[in-house]
């Protein structure tokens, strides 16, 4: 099994720029998560999703857009990229809620 | 909102000895979770605590949660560099079983 798997591992933007964020998992989990994190701010909840078809708002979701149309994947837009969304995104999976969070690699951005 | 409080913020330890990371919140603890994260990678679950006064070891790390289930600590004997890391404790906020909040993280350095 591979776990959660993230695309791309690294990606440089210019400010105005849109991408995709591609997060997979292989354990057949339920949960399904996107995080950032920033020095000095921790991990912070974007948004997630408890089953496919389903999201919902996190902490942080002003900027992103996220889609899980496939119970395996779970993608995260930027429409407009800004230099304040310059970070480490992690996504996790779980099999329901309060069960533990498996994370992906993460994929460093940059917005210049 | 829950917030959760690490201390220290980071550690120095040499070979050999002994450490304490500890995590407090201000409300009742919903489930506590321990991960470990080493630099430019994602977060390995370590251990999750439900009860009050539970205790759960794996090799050399020892986690506890307080009676009070406001509380949590994280013991590592006889520190080994390959326990160099961040340590971030996170916990559901109450009475949801979807957002995980987590921790800022204790830095843990140690010299051979």
């Known amino acids: 099994n591979a776990g959660v798997t993230q695309t791309p591992k690294f990606r440089v933007l210019k400010t105005g720029q849109s991408m995709t964020l591609l997060c997979a998992q292989d354990?057949?989990?339920?949960?399904m998560y996107w995080y950032r994190q920033d020095p000095g701010m921790g991990l912070r909840l974007i948004h997630y999703s408890v089953g496919e078809g389903t999201t919902a708002k996190g902490e942080v979701p002003d900027g992103y857009n996220v889609s899980r149309l496939k119970k395996q994947n779970f993608l995260l837009g930027l429409e407009s990229a800004a230099p304040s969304q310059t970070s480490v995104y992690f996504c996790?999976?779980?099999?329901?809620?309060?069960?533990?969070?498996?994370f992906g690699p993460g994929t460093r951005l940059t917005v210049t | 909102s829950q917030e959760l409080e690490q201390s220290p913020q980071s550690l120095i330890v040499q070979e050999g000895k002994n450490l304490t990371i500890n995590c407090t919140s201000s409300k009742t603890l919903y489930g506590l979770y321990w991960y470990k994260q080493k630099y430019g990678e994602g977060l390995i679950f370590l251990m999750m605590l439900q009860k009050g006064g539970e205790e759960k070891s794996h090799e050399k790390i020892t986690a506890k949660l307080d009676e009070k289930k406001q509380q949590s600590s994280l013991h590592i004997t006889a520190s080994q560099p390959s326990h160099a890391g961040t340590y971030l404790c996170g916990a559901f906020s109450q009475g949801g079983s979807e957002k995980l909040v987590f921790g800022k993280g204790t830095k843990l350095t140690v010299n051979p």
């Open positions: 996790a999976s779980s099999y329901y809620g309060f069960y533990e969070q498996y």
């Open positions: 354990m057949n989990h339920e949960y």
